[in-house]
């Protein structure tokens, strides 16, 4: 299949993910909710359920203002929002983290917005890394295993989990591969971002098998040039109108430190008898990212390590309004831009945005300036 239909395909499952989970519905499967950032989503598919991403929408917000002050993210709002609206009828149940205060405010709202629908919580440990903070994790799975049984009928084992963790590797690594062979290959970041939010909306063996096809047709086409290569950084990257900016402006996105793309797939489920605790030992492995505690900052060499790794001249931040762990780590990042020689720019970012025509002009003076 030609890449361009292999594109086409997962682009159709982003612009409609509502006809996604009815396909599976349709095909007898059950489908559970999962929030951002960081779920389980292999404990959920090792007991037969179908983990679908919820990151919200771009759209007008009326309902969850009843809920949420409206100096809260935007994602958390949409999210209650299309819950309300009857938008994720027929999933059996939601699994919510609390990884950041709006987090698990999305939660207890959840309880009573949306009661159609069983809220399980996943709560994690801010000290992931010490044996405590591991077994901690570990608990918060065994919990949320006991709650999807209950709240599906599903059930739970071993045998079927470390399968699901060695289903989740090998999707980790295309995905890893698809980032390094993207940052030279000819393709729009409409393209780019297709490729990584449609992973949230299919099994991971469905997107897997597609997206080992695309790597490999990539491999075969032209190489981009005349592009301006940037390393793009924060929570979302997945506005259309936003993406059409860059892409007219000529703005590569050569590699992403972006929570709803490629900080899902960095680190990998360990080699371990028990498949719990492997799954917990992933969490703690988990680094360089606003949502994880880390008093020393290392996300920011990350992002200037693989800004010089992948030759790029710029780092564009687009900055979640309202999102503190973001704006807490913007200030050290541009300071370390400075420091590198990096072009810097900071983009706010919201899923009530309709107009980005203040960005298109920051973006066409950031081109400009190479």
Request: contains cysteine; hydrophobic residues 40%; proline residues 5%.
């Amino acid at each position: 299949m030609a890449v361009n239909e292999l594109f086409a395909q997962l682009h159709e499952v982003v612009a409609a993910p509502k006809k996604q989970l009815d396909k599976y519905l349709a095909e007898g499967k059950k489908v559970v909710a999962v929030a951002p950032v960081y779920t389980p989503q292999e404990i959920i598919h090792s007991m037969g359920l179908v983990p679908m991403g919820v990151w919200g929408a771009d759209m007008e917000i009326n309902e969850a203002k009843k809920y949420y002050p409206a100096f809260i993210c935007s994602v958390m709002q949409t999210i209650l929002e299309l819950g309300i609206k009857g938008e994720y009828d027929g999933v059996s149940a939601i699994v919510i983290p609390s990884l950041c205060d709006s987090l698990k405010t999305l939660g207890q709202n959840w309880k009573y917005a949306v009661k159609g629908i069983p809220f399980v919580p996943m709560t994690y440990p801010q000290n992931r890394k010490p044996a405590y903070g591991v077994k901690f994790t570990r608990d918060g799975y065994l919990r949320v295993i006991r709650d999807l049984e209950a709240a599906t009928g599903a059930h739970f084992s071993e045998f079927a989990l470390a399968e699901s963790n060695k289903i989740y590797n090998e999707h980790n690594a295309v995905m890893r591969e698809f980032a390094e062979i993207a940052a030279d290959a000819e393709i729009t970041a409409a393209q780019r971002s297709d490729v990584f939010k449609s992973a949230w909306f299919m099994l991971p063996e469905e997107h897997t098998a597609i997206v080992k096809q695309i790597n490999e047709e990539l491999k075969k086409g032209p190489k981009a040039e005349g592009k301006v290569r940037v390393l793009v950084s924060g929570i979302l990257a997945d506005s259309p109108s936003l993406l059409q900016i860059f892409d007219e402006n000529g703005i590569k996105v050569v590699f992403d430190d972006v929570a709803h793309e490629s900080r899902q797939y960095r680190t990998d489920v360990p080699d371990m008898a028990n498949p719990v605790d492997a799954l917990a030992h992933k969490f703690a492995d988990m680094d360089n990212c606003t949502l994880l505690y880390d008093k020393d900052k290392k996300r920011v060499d990350y992002i200037i390590e693989q800004a010089k790794k992948h030759d790029a001249k710029g780092v564009i931040v687009l900055m979640t309004k309202f999102c503190d762990p973001e704006e807490f780590d913007y200030v050290p990042i541009k300071r370390a831009c400075d420091a590198a020689g990096l072009m810097n720019l900071n983009i706010e970012v919201d899923r009530q945005m309709v107009n980005y025509e203040q960005a298109n002009t920051m973006i066409q003076a950031f081109k400009e300036m190479f």
